[in-house]
């Protein structure tokens, strides 16, 4: 029944981490069990609540639905640990405590992802569309919105 | 005690929003070690019927797993609130289905769940009786045949007369959905037996001591042998106040058994189907008005559908109940409340705790009878406004700190409502418009704290300790779950002691150093907690001024004719170790209450609001775009304005989800149909209207600073105004939430019918 484990060698917020887990796990349990990064939150385990949000490559992803295995050496990997030590995580941080964007904390590490996404991506789309994919049962998301846009306001008269 | 302010009224940071927004703070699942057992109940597959046993696979491999039975509980088979009729563990009726027969702990969950495969409930099924559609119909057609679990009667004046004097009764049915809590961090608790028997309960919850009782009660122990630790809490909303006392309950057992730490954590789909709801709401209602305005009479039937045992809903009812006759001086009410029993998961607490339910029938309500007369709404509603010396439904005579009418000034003019309306009237003339708008408006209030004598029962303590190097650890029970209390309670601290606020310690309770300071409920964390920890910031000062005979001012203590600092006093004051105060609530004297008649000062204090919606419906499709609210609320004192404006703008959301979006239904039998994010559809950022958040202040006196009760209150008056606000555009009134496309398509067809 147990499934075969795989071997991964990736960067993990900057950090090149060889992890072993079994062949059918979720990115979500290898971040938080094996390299125990509990910051990425399992909110439903079915890709609705962004709870798990984390970058992949590039991309804003939902950890609970990515299988890990499918993750080749070299993968970059960012989580909520890792937005928090970058100039643009770090300024979304202080704008999120200065509109009050952080209630119960639950959702907090992956709306911190997916705004960090969106500030260094910088999509054709406003602050309130790239954080659709991400609930929050506590803020009413007003002051997660302003904190978000008032960070790439910053960054844009920072140049 | 006069005291200056300096922190309470400022929006200083939350202490715990670092650490959240970094991803390092550690929620139970965060914590519990990798070894730990995993547990879950074994449910009935039925929602009504008898239970026979458990039917066990024998080719299933029992020596990997740890089962628990009814007859293994050493203490009492209850899970104890208001009543004991509810089992910890089903013996011979089933009344829900999911109800538990059985536990089982294994060492991973690939086990557990095989043995939850292995091991099923054997129950005779019988024909179960639930949704609010079937609690509708019985009321209708012969309200004797419903089971009550409780039930009242709140009566001003002679209802009779009252609606006797009418130029006109309009009447009207308003239903409600149950509402999934859907805080983002599902269920869980964890127990870890300890060497002398006693037992280490910690998890996600609301309320430490009203686990601490329900898992000594089953497990025979002395309630002070059950350590109840609080974790961080990923959300709440009433939906842990009573439910994890339950499975705390159950982790215990799992533990007791298997020596072991054991977790029972929800995953989303077994909280969603498992866990209380909001009661969902009959209410049949009939107001007497004179051809003026003056509202004569309120004839109300309240009933919620409690579910399968009593838990929470005889106090929800009696929220409810006295909140429904709104913020208006009516000379004749009567409300009949009744909590019926149905074979659903019992129905809990949940922000508002039966007050919106009541609110948004008669604020909807209250629209239809201003039309009936042709009046405008806002005027009715002014007209009969509660103001200082009159009278609520239960006979309180308001005396103080009464601010609805500010609060619907402020509203009218944020919005610029008269303008407005005439803007969204002409908007709606154009035919070729794809959306029609519409405006509504809705005035709503909340009492703080438990209702009648619920605070004197309570008898809340909190303590507070004052260590050599001069900082402060309040001592209390009441829990962060997103809230700010931890915040909160330190600015009321820090400004009653004259210390910094980095000087003041809050952490997340255990029962094993902390007084019982009552649960954190009912909007009392600041209004009656936070008092207290005034009271003991004054005790602590008074101690130490008698301890070194000396008297505190603003730069330390005079000392003789010396000054010393604060840390110099502390650090005398606490030769011999920390100094401990302690202190007991009170209610302010002169509140009266009759449990028996529901009648008499029903809270200390309300706080009020007022509210207006505006909307766009989409007129092929009946899709509804909320696009701004203006909300402003009298909370008495704000301590800190940037966490009180989070709690309103968060309510506001959950409440436009229950108006327009949530909905649970029942199979027939008796199955949850909406148990997934997929199904259950909670506001996303785009569902979300701009929000105009406002406060006006008309502090109590009886609160720390002036400050009144808030985290409810905005739950209370958005889906009448978004109902209204609709009525408004289509001209067709849903009195059922959730809003849904569907029943305001279904309203519009049958107003062109009558047409
Ligand atoms: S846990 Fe991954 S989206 Fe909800
Ligand atoms: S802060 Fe609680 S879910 Fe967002």
């Known amino acids: 029944m147990l499934s075969p484990m795989v071997e991964r060698s990736w960067h993990v917020n900057g950090t090149l981490a060889t992890v072993a887990f079994a062949a059918d796990a979720r990115l979500l349990d290898v971040l938080r069990d094996t390299l125990a990064m509990t910051g990425a939150k399992e909110g439903c385990g079915e890709g609705e609540c962004g709870a798990c949000s984390v970058v992949v490559d590039g991309e804003l992803r939902v950890s609970c639905l990515q299988l890990a295995a499918a993750l080749p050496d070299g993968t970059t990997i960012t989580t909520a640990e890792g937005v928090v030590h970058s100039t643009t995580g770090e300024r979304l941080r202080r704008m999120m405590l200065d509109r009050g964007g952080v209630q119960c904390g639950f959702c907090t590490p992956g709306m911190m992802v997916a705004a960090w996404w969106y500030l260094e991506t910088k999509p054709p ?32 008269r920072m140049g | 005690m006069a005291t200056a302010s300096r922190y309470s009224g400022q929006s200083v940071s939350r202490v715990d929003s670092l650490g959240k927004a970094g991803g390092a703070t550690r929620y139970v699942r965060d914590l519990v070690a990798a070894d730990a057992w995993v547990g879950a109940a074994i449910r009935s597959p039925v929602a009504a019927g008898r239970v026979r046993g458990l039917r ?76 609010i559609d079937a609690v509708a119909e019985a009321m209708r057609r012969d309200p004797a045949s419903l089971h009550d679990l409780y039930a009242l009667t709140i009566s001003k004046g002679d209802v009779t007369r009252g609606l006797a004097e009418a130029d006109a009764i309009v009447e009207g049915e308003y239903l409600t959905a149950p509402q999934e809590h859907a805080y983002l961090e599902p269920q869980a608790m964890a127990a870890t037996p300890r060497p002398d028997g006693s037992l280490r309960i910690f998890g996600s919850l609301q309320c430490p001591y009203y686990v601490q009782p329900s ?18 809490t990923g959300g709440a909303f009433g939906g842990k106040e009573d439910f994890p006392s339950i499975i705390a309950t159950y982790a215990a057992l799992l533990a007791r058994k298997s020596g072991r730490t054991v977790i029972i954590d929800f995953d989303r789909q077994v909280d969603m189907a498992m866990t209380t709801k909001r009661h969902a709401s009959y209410t049949r209602l009939s107001v007497g008005v004179t051809r003026d305005g003056v509202i004569t009479a309120i004839d109300a039937d309240f009933t919620i559908d409690g579910g399968a045992y009593v838990t929470l809903s005889p ?178 601290a820090a400004d009653a002691l004259r210390v910094p606020l980095d000087r003041v310690r809050y952490p997340l309770p255990n029962t094993a150093h902390v007084p019982n300071s009552g649960p954190t409920v009912a909007s009392r964390t600041t209004m009656v907690v936070g008092k207290l920890v005034e009271l003991c910031a004054y005790a602590l000062v008074r101690d130490i001024e008698q301890r070194l005979g000396a008297t505190r001012h603003d730069d330390g203590f005079a000392l003789g004719d010396q000054v010393i600092t604060w840390y110099d006093a502390a650090a005398r004051a606490c030769l011999d170790g920390p100094i401990r105060v302690e202190q007991q609530y009170q209610l302010p004297p002169g509140l009266h209450w009759d449990d028996d008649q529901h009648r008499g000062d029903a809270y200390p204090a309300y706080s009020w609001g007022a509210i207006a919606a505006e909307v766009e419906v989409d007129r092929a499709t009946s899709d509804v775009a ?53 199904t259950y559809i909670i506001p996303t950022t785009s569902d979300m209207p701009r929000m105009d958040v406002t406060f006006v202040e008309a502090p109590w006196h009886g609160g720390p600073f002036g400050a009144k009760g808030l985290g409810e209150l905005p739950m209370n008056g958005l889906a009448p105004a978004l109902h209204n606000a609709i009525r408004d555009a289509v001209e067709a009134a849903v009195a059922r939430l959730p809003m849904s496309p569907e029943r305001i398509d279904a309203a519009r067809h049958a107003a062109r019918r009558s047409r």
């Open chain 1, 125 to 156: 789309i406003d602050a309130r569309t790239a954080l659709a994919g991400n609930l929050c049962r506590c803020t009413g998301y007003q002051s997660i919105c302003e904190a978000v846009e008032a960070a790439a306001n910053a960054e844009e």
């Open chain 2, 56 to 131: 066990v696979d024998p080719a299933f491999d029992r020596s990997r797993i740890v089962l628990v039975e009814p007859h293994e509980i050493p203490g009492e088979n209850t899970i104890a609130f208001i009543q004991r009729d509810m089992p910890c563990l089903a013996t011979s009726e089933v009344r829900y289905l999911g109800e538990p027969v059985a536990l089982v702990a294994a060492p991973d969950r690939e086990t557990l769940a095989a043995a939850l495969a292995a091991i099923t409930a054997d129950v005779e099924p019988q024909t179960p009786f639930v949704g």
């Open chain 2, 215 to 232: 898992v000594a009660l089953a497990l025979g122990l002395e309630p002070q042998r059950v350590i109840v630790e609080q974790c961080a």
């Open chain 2, 315 to 492: 106090v929800v009812l009696s929220r409810g109940s006295i909140h429904l006759a709104g913020p208006y001086r009516t000379p004749h009410v009567q409300v009949r409340g009744r909590a019926v029993r149905t074979n659903a998961m019992p129905a809990g607490a949940f922000r508002g705790f039966g007050a919106p339910q009541a609110i948004f029938a008669i604020e909807s309500h209250l629209d239809r009878v201003a039309h009936a007369i042709g009046m405008d709404p806002l005027l009715l509603r002014r007209r009969n406004l509660l103001r200082i010396g009159d009278t609520t439904a239960t006979g309180q005579t308001l005396t103080d700190s009464v601010a609805i009418e500010a609060c619907f000034d402020a509203v009218v003019e944020r919005s610029d409502f008269d303008a407005r309306r005439a803007r969204v009237q002409a908007q709606r003339r154009d035919d070729a418009a794809r959306s029609a708008s519409g405006l509504g408006f809705a005035l709503f209030w909340h009492g703080g704290g438990f209702t009648g004598s619920g605070e004197k029962k309570l008898a809340s303590r909190c303590a507070m300790s004052l260590d050599r190097d001069g900082s402060v650890t309040i001592l209390a029970a009441n829990t962060e779950f997103g809230q700010g209390a931890q915040t909160t309670l330190p600015q009321i």
């Open chain 2, 626 to 678: 909320c696009t701004h609210v203006w909300c402003t609320v009298d909370i008495g004192t704000v301590i800190n304005p940037r966490e009180a404006r989070g709690q309103v703008e968060g309510a506001l959301a959950q409440a436009l989800g229950w108006a327009l979006l949530e909905q649970v239904s029942y199979t027939p039998e008796g199955r949850v149909r909406e148990d997934r994010f997929q």
